[in-house]
T-cell receptor, first 113, second 117 residues
Framework: DAGITQSPRYKITETGRQVTLMCHQT?????MFWYRQDLGHGLRLIYY???????DKGEVPDGYVVSRSKTENFPLTLESATRSQTSVYFC????????????FGPGTRLTVT | AQSVTQLGSHVSVSEGALVLLRCNYS??????LFWYVQYPNQGLQLLLK??????LVKGINGFEAEFKKSETSFHLTKPSAHMSDAAEYFC???????????????FGQGTILTVHP
């Protein structure tokens, strides 16, 4: 059971380039989430999805785009990367039902130069 | 709107000593509450969760937490710290009802636990 995976694990890119971070889960969980983790800010929600083709903004969505054509995949795209988007990005998934916990992927460390 | 406050960004204890990590929440209705642990260069792992009437919750690795409605708190404890407990710990809340929150987690800022020999 692979669980939830993210790729790449590490990425260095230049300012202005488009970057896509991948997230894949094998549990068929309805909900998926993208967070960024920055020193002093904890985890902040970027986007979330309640099901395939249903996405919504979180706390810090500017500069990011998501899609969810299949239940198991939830890619996050930085359309034109900026240095302020240097961060560690975590994907998470959850079963339908408020009481269930989120399961987190291993993270992608992104550096924008 | 919900919020979570973790008191103390850094906590240092000796091996074998009591671990106490504090978490207070702000919510009009008692939410679901979670504690996650993050080891270096890893994702977050669930330690324990409060979702029912049992106010004392036991989790993995000997940790437990007690939900106190009157104090709006969900402090994490472990009777005897081990070197392997050194990590960052996050308290998080999720609403019980639906609406626009979709069960989103709101995280505290995290507490880094250091364990000295």
């Amino acid at each position: 059971d692979a669980g939830i995976t993210q790729s790449p694990r590490y990425k260095i890119t230049e300012t202005g380039r488009q970057v896509t971070l991948m997230c894949h889960q094998t549990w068929s969980h309805s909900y998926m989430f993208w967070y960024r983790q920055d020193l002093g800010h904890g985890l902040r929600l970027i986007y979330y999805s309640a099901a395939a083709d249903i996405t919504d903004k979180g706390e810090v969505p500017d500069g990011y785009v998501v899609s969810r054509s299949k239940t198991e995949n939830f890619p996050l795209t930085l359309e034109s990367a900026t240095r302020s988007q240097t961060s560690v990005y975590f994907c998470a998934s959850r079963k339908q039902g408020m009481k269930y916990e989120q399961y987190f992927g291993p993270g992608t460390r992104l550096t924008v130069t | 709107a919900q919020s979570v406050t973790q008191l103390g960004s850094h906590v240092s204890v000796s091996e074998g000593a009591l671990v106490l990590l504090r978490c207070n929440y702000s919510s009009s209705v008692p939410p679901y509450l979670f504690w996650y642990v993050q080891y270096p260069n890893q994702g977050l792992q669930l330690l324990l969760k409060y979702t029912s009437a049992a106010t004392l919750v036991k989790g993995i690795n000997g940790f437990e937490a007690e939900f106190k409605k009157s104090e709006t708190s969900f402090h994490l404890t472990k009777p005897s710290a081990h070197m392997s407990d050194a990590a960052e710990y996050f308290c998080a809340v999720s609403p019980r009802a639906g609406g626009t929150s979709y069960g989103k987690l709101t995280f505290g800022q995290g507490t880094i636990l250091t364990v000295h020999p």
